[in-house]
T-cell receptor, first 112, second 112 residues
């Protein structure tokens, strides 16, 4: 849709290990978002970015950090993964006026 | 802080019946409002959006939504549902220069 690639698509890791999820976009979109989706909770915003090196916390940012050193890449890092971070993670972008979210295909993360 | 409430976790309607899904939001300024749909195992698809102007918004698949500022609501409607409408529906609120937040979703079940 908007040239968004998430990697990896699936990951299984152990409690306490660091994990980095990558989102790459090819549309030069300004805004980028990381959401997690869990049954009964909908999509919850973790962090978002409104430009290179400009990021802010969302609703559930504890235990997560992000970086955006280039317009096209937005990285989400779990510093020390916990079982409560098992989830499906979606990256999304919007254009200049924040008028429509374009979603990546999601990353299924399992923390054992 | 902005927030979205979808009061109904599950809704069941008969095929051919009318549908209304409720969405209430909290936002300090004029919001951008969205409805997204997610079919099982699929990504999120934008149904419709409101930014300004006419408060009755038409979307894809025969859906419409009405923005009521006095009630802080943006309810989604469809005059006659089809079995293929069974999915989870998410309301979201944002703005031109602000993050986009989702509600917890309403799962729609269709009776034959």
């Amino acid at each position: 849709d908007a040239g968004i690639t998430q990697s990896p698509r699936h990951k299984v890791t152990e409690t306490g290990t660091p994990v980095t999820l990558r989102c790459h976009q090819t549309e030069n979109h300004r805004y980028m978002y990381w959401y997690r989706q869990d049954p009964g909770h909908g999509l919850r915003l973790i962090h978002y970015s409104y430009g290179v090196k400009d990021t802010d916390k969302g609703e559930v940012s504890d235990g997560y950090s992000v970086s955006r050193s280039k317009t096209e890449d937005f990285l989400l890092t779990l510093e020390s993964a916990t079982s409560s971070q098992t989830s499906v993670y979606f990256c999304a972008t919007t254009g200049r006026n924040n008028e429509k979210l374009f979603f990546g295909s999601g990353t299924q993360l399992s923390v054992l | 802080a902005q927030s979205v409430t979808q009061p109904d976790i599950h809704i069941t309607v008969s095929e051919g019946a009318s549908l209304e899904l409720r969405c209430n939001y909290s936002y300090g300024a004029t919001p951008y409002l969205f409805w997204y749909v997610q079919s099982p195992g699929q990504g999120l698809q934008l149904l419709l959006k409101y930014f300004s102007g006419d408060t009755l918004v038409q979307g894809i698949k025969g859906f419409e939504a009405e923005f009521k500022r006095s009630q802080s609501s943006f309810n989604l409607r469809k005059p006659s549902v089809h079995w293929s409408d069974a999915a989870e529906y998410f309301c979201a609120v944002g703005a031109r220069d602000d993050k986009i937040i989702f509600g917890k979703g309403t799962r729609l079940h269709i009776l034959p």
